[in-house]
Every structure is written in C-alpha cells, then in structure tokens.
C-alpha cells in the first residue's frame, strides 16, 4: 500500500487590485528530515525539552521517546529546590524513561545534586533517591548505553555500592563516575570490556584488584582519568592501549605505577602526605608530553623518555632534593620544550653547582613570581646548560607597586653563541 501523502497547508496570497493570487505550499519540513538527522538536532536537548517534544506530534513523540542522547544535566534548578519538587521531578523523568522502553541510549549524562532542607522545611524526604538513581542507571545499561557520564552527590554513599552492571555492560565504551565517594567493587575478570574512556572522581575503590582488572580485562582503554580516589593505597596499571594518563591526588595514594608502551600524554598532579614513604615508576618509552605538578618522593622511577616533546614541572623541592631533580632532569634529556616554575629553578641552580642536563631544550618557560637577586644566579646556571635554547618566555606576576609596568616586553639573549628570544608576560 503506498503512503499517505504528508498534509500539505495552503496559503494564498493576492496582489494589488485583485488581478492576480498565487498558492504556496508549506511543507512539514522537520517531520520530512531521516531519523538520524533528527535525533541529532534532538541531542542537543535536555531531557525537559525532549518531553515538551512528545507533545507538538505523533512523529515527534516517536522520535523523542526513541532519542540516543539524554542529558539530565540542566535541569532547572527550581525543579529541585523543595523536597515536593524533586519528588514530582523524578517520577516525571522515571515516566519519560517507561514510555521509552528498550530504546537504545547512545549516551547518557546524569548531573544530580543532593537536597539541602531551606529554612521553611523541617523533614527531608529525599533520602531515597539514592535507589532512583541507581534505577535509572540500570536502565541505561539495559538499554544498551555507549556514553555514560554521572555527576551525582548522594546521602550516603556508603549504603549502597555501585551497580556492578555498568562494567558488564558489553557497548559501553565511555564512562565517568563523580558519586562522592561511593564504593566501587571489582568486577569479574572473566568479562572483557570494550571501554576506550575510564574518568573516576571521588569514589571509593574496594581492594587493590580493581585496577588489575583494568589492566586485564580493558583491553582497548585509551584514556585514564583518576581524581581524588580513594580506599587503597596502592595504583598500578599496565596497559598495552593506554595512550592517555591523568592522576590528580592529594593525600590517599602512596604508590604509582604506570606501564604502557602507547602512553602519549601525562599529567600528574600529586601531593602526597609522606614522601618518604611513596614511589613513582612511570615506564612510557614513547611519551610526548608530561606535566608533573607536586612534591618528589624518595623512590623514583623514570627511564629515559626519548620521545618527549613537552614537559612542565612544577615539583617544590626542598633543598636537600638536588639528586632527585637531577634525576628527574635527566629522564628529560631529549625534551625540546619545558615549562619550569620558580622553586623548581630555585633549589637546584641557586649555587651554580649544577649543570642542567637537558641539552636539546629549544623553548624554555619560567613561572615565576617576581626576578629577585636571589633567584638572578639560578637563572643564569640553568641557562649555562641549554646551548641550543633559542626560545625564552617568563611568566611572572605584575608588581603591586608599579601597575603601568603591565605590557609585553620583547629581548635579546646571548649567551654560548646562540639568541634567544625572551617574551616576559605580567599576570
């Protein structure tokens, strides 16, 4: 049976004096456009948006119940300031996702904040949601979800863990986790993920397993993004895919072990509470890029990275650390750009005793507060070993008491017959 030709409004125009009329035909364009162009328009909707769509056609209804995309990210914030609205809110969003049924959710963004009672509310409610949420993170699962992105703050994160169905979920490829510190137990290695992307953010890791069983059962991980994890003292992971490593810490881990011959790109941000006491292995052949903010530790272990591009160090030595920024210096030997901030200057060149290691150096930067005499003689030994330098810029703070002193100088260097351009920024 051939389809119905769409409905078609006339509108009819006449000229002046009567003498003529012309017909236009408007056409539905937007119910005309394929369903995979459509729901890309739709991804760019919230949730409440993808609901009020339901309501314009049966076409729309269609293609808003069967959306990839959901984002229950920006969802007003009046439609959760009482517990009475977070209550209406969430059994409006649960029969949205009814009516969907099994239609697969591409991505998934979830951003949910706990209620915090106002002045006019004597008794909270809202302590179940904990168990919605989970409902509704299970449902993605079922459906199949790709991108799963959860940003949620809960009541207690302790009261029930999170769902081990996420890493069984065999299309998901993307996934991060930001639940305060809920507790994430390890998986079986009996099953292989597919994921390419792993953030985590304030959670809770079980046992030590956990991140054996990334480096086992994660085959394809490209990117690794770890914050504020807690619940072990001890990370290692090796992984033959991993091209992608950020590690931000303040005073949970103590040990750091990373391993892969893709690894590309690093960047740690580490304070850890007993340096002593802590070790850093990195072995990545063929980096490119590290940035290492944070204190040494006693226990380092580097290699040579012979492929380096780019590397920042921002590591605050104390002043019986020379060793260990020798070290560190010399696993940057062939880096052509380097990024230093002023303790990291100051420490090991201040007595002119040490010879920067770090030959091949074509652009340096240097963070630093102010050019005081103090640190002049520091500067001058670290330039005395970058003979191929031929790039300077010097990040520095605009002096308090001279604020016209706030422009772009631009200066020529000499020194062991190369030029170097010198570009000083005031912040």
């Known amino acids: 049976m051939a389809p ?4 078609r409004a006339i509108a009819s125009c006449e000229g002046e004096g009567g003498g003529c009329s012309e017909s236009k035909s408007m056409i539905d364009r937007l119910s005309d456009l394929p369903d995979q162009v ?4 739709l991804s760019f909707l ?19 119940l069967s959306a990839p995309s959901l984002n229950f990210d920006e969802i007003p914030s ?45 008794v909270c409610i809202c302590a179940s949601e904990h168990y919605r949420l989970i409902t509704w993170i299970n449902t993605a699962v079922r459906c199949n979800v790709e991108v799963l992105d959860l940003k949620m703050t809960l009541y207690d994160p302790e009261e029930a863990p999170f769902p081990s169905s996420v890493f069984l979920c065999g299309t998901l490829r993307s996934l991060a986790v930001g639940m305060n510190f809920t507790l994430l137990r390890t998986p079986s290695f009996g099953f292989s993920s597919n994921l390419t992307k792993l953030e ?38 090796e992984s033959s895919s991993l091209k992608i490593l950020r590690f931000f810490d303040g005073f949970s881990t103590s040990h750091l072990s990373i391993s892969g011959e893709k690894l590309e790109d690093i960047v740690v941000g580490w304070y850890v509470e007993s340096p002593s006491n802590s070790s ?61 901030d002023e303790a990291t200057i100051k420490v090991p060149f201040s007595k002119g005793s040490m010879r920067a290691p770090i030959y091949n150096i074509h652009c340096l930067t240097m963070d630093i507060g102010s050019i005081t005499d103090e640190l002049v003689p520091a500067i001058v030994s670290l330039f005395r070993g970058l003979p191929n330098m031929y790039i300077l810029c010097i990040q520095s703070k605009l002096p308090l008491d001279n604020p016209q002193s706030n422009v772009s100088l631009s200066l020529s260097l000499s020194h062991t017959h190369t030029h170097a351009m010198s570009v000083i920024t005031f912040f």
């Open 4 to 7: 119905k030709p769409k409905k």
């Open 38 to 41: 459509a729901h890309h328009i």
């Open 46 to 64: 919230t949730v409440m948006d993808l609901v009020r769509v339901c309501c314009v056609s049966k076409r729309w209804r269609e293609l808003s």
């Open 78 to 122: 009046g439609c959760k300031s009482t517990c009475r609205n977070r209550l209406q809110l969430m059994t409006y969003l649960e029969r949205y996702l009814f009516h969907r049924g099994g239609n697969k959710i591409q991505s998934f963004r979830v951003n949910w904040e706990r209620h915090y009672m106002d002045e006019n509310e004597t």
């Open 200 to 237: 985590l953010k304030d959670v809770v890791i079980e046992d030590d397993r956990f991140f054996k069983w990334v480096s086992c059962s994660c085959k394809f991980i490209e990117e690794l993004h770890l914050d504020q994890v807690r619940g072990i003292k001890t990370i290692s992971v």
């Open 280 to 340: 850093l292995n990195i072995c990545a052949p063929n980096l490119k890029r590290l940035s290492w903010s944070g204190k040494l530790m006693n226990h380092l272990t580097l290699g040579k990275f012979r492929h380096l591009e780019a590397a920042v160090l921002c590591l605050r030595p104390d002043e019986n650390e020379l060793d260990k920024v020798y070290e560190v210096l010399c696993s940057l030997c062939k880096v052509r750009a380097l990024m230093l």
